[in-house]
């Protein structure tokens, strides 16, 4: 059975298919954080509380991730991706009609575990499909799928909250994410490549246990961890801070902010070159003291010095993540998909844990404590990447 190629039709509707169902899972993964305000405001509940709106949905995806890898295994990338992607847009319009904010987190963490589907098989379907020499690009794609996707549900949902009511919102996206959904079922081939297996949830445990006694691994998931910890942690709560005086920006400003995420497509790439040049842990350290840098430039009251700040934080991260997530899958010289399953997990139980932390911080110290708690985290970041020196299978 011959691979899909470039230049072939089969190519170009994968690559769409793919982008496409990675746009509309990240966009209503990420839809409620430019929410935070308008829920505390509208359910009375605190900064900390709204925050769950996100945290339980990408702890529930954490969990999941390395359960629904396994699970695709058996039962097949295409219907598992299909379930996923349908069931992740019917939740979203369900979410419109929550009556308390407690309904909308059951709902949310409905979605976590239907989010999985996606980021833990559509990477599989790739490596299995795609022609190895066009395997970089459709990657490539796929990635930039997700990240267009997260910037463009932030900025949709602030926009049509603003207009309109957050209720609107979620309707207009969960429209939008199942008549996509529709197309990824009629543009995705089927797979050719694929071969079922038993699930053997035996061979899965010994094979997570492996990589976690593996100390340099460890060190590189405790990394992803601090890092989207911080990450989330700003984003949560730079929209509070904006909405109030002296700045009392709208929502659909405050949502159009998120553009500065595509300066990460700009960091991702260019630390990949500079890593193989000058290492690895080189340069995830200078990424990481960049992301330290911009945090403490927004303690500045200036509105355009905080901008600075965020645009070098977003640079910082997106550029150490990708060095931290390939590092993981180049030291992993078995299971590779599980060792990369168990950085997801670190990394999505980080933004749970930084996202809500970071509302404690917030309600009791303000701006300056949840600078504080990123100050914290990133030190602590620091502290495992020279650790990573000190191994000698880097």
């Not at 650790?387 to 000698?392: F, G, M, Q």
């Amino acid at each position: 059975m011959e691979f899909i190629q470039r230049g072939t039709k089969e190519y170009k509707h994968t690559n769409w298919a793919l982008f496409a169902a990675g746009f509309i899972t990240f966009a209503n993964l990420y839809i409620t954080q430019p929410l935070l305000p308008e829920f505390s405001e509208e359910f009375h509940i605190s900064p900390a509380f709204a925050s769950l709106s996100l945290s339980v949905t990408t702890f529930a995806l954490a969990v999941s991730l390395v359960i629904v890898s396994s699970l695709s295994e058996a039962w097949g990338r295409k219907r598992l991706m299909t379930i996923s992607i349908f069931a992740s847009s019917i939740l979203t319009l369900a979410l419109a009609f929550s009556p308390t904010f407690e309904v909308l987190l059951i709902l949310r963490i409905a979605q976590g575990i239907t989010f999985a589907g996606l980021p833990a098989i559509a990477m599989a379907y790739l490596g299995e499909e795609m022609h190895p020499k066009d395997l970089g690009v459709a990657m490539g794609l796929y990635i930039s799928g997700n990240s267009v996707g997260g910037l463009a549900g932030r900025i949709m949902m602030g926009t049509l909250t603003d207009l309109y009511s957050w209720q609107i919102g979620m309707i207009v996206i969960g429209v939008l994410s199942l008549m996509i959904s529709a197309y990824f079922v009629v543009a995705l081939p089927s797979s050719k490549h694929f071969v079922a297996r038993e699930l053997q949830l035996g061979n899965l445990w010994k094979s997570l246990v492996s990589h976690l006694k593996d100390p340099a691994m460890m060190n590189l998931y405790g990394i992803g961890f601090f890092l989207m910890a911080s990450f989330v942690m700003l984003y949560n709560y730079i929209g509070f801070k904006l909405l109030a005086p002296p700045y009392s920006l709208s929502t659909t400003v405050v949502g159009w902010i998120f553009i500065v995420y595509l300066v990460g497509t700009v960091s991702s790439t260019w630390f990949g070159k500079l890593a193989n040049t000058y290492g690895r842990r080189n340069i995830l350290l200078i990424g990481t003291v960049l992301m330290l840098t911009g945090a403490l430039i927004t303690l500045n009251v200036s509105l355009i010095l905080k901008i600075v700040g965020i645009v070098i934080f977003t640079f910082g991260f997106f550029g150490s993540h990708s060095i931290a997530s390939g590092w993981v899958s180049h030291r992993a010289k078995h299971d590779k998909a599980q060792a990369s399953s168990l950085y997801l997990f670190f990394y999505y139980f980080g933004s749970s844990v930084g996202g809500t932390a970071g509302g404690f911080f917030w309600s009791h110290f303000g701006w300056l404590g949840v600078i504080g708690l990123i100050t914290i985290f990133l030190m602590l970041a620091i502290v495992l990447i020279r650790l990573l020196s000190l191994k000698k299978k880097n």
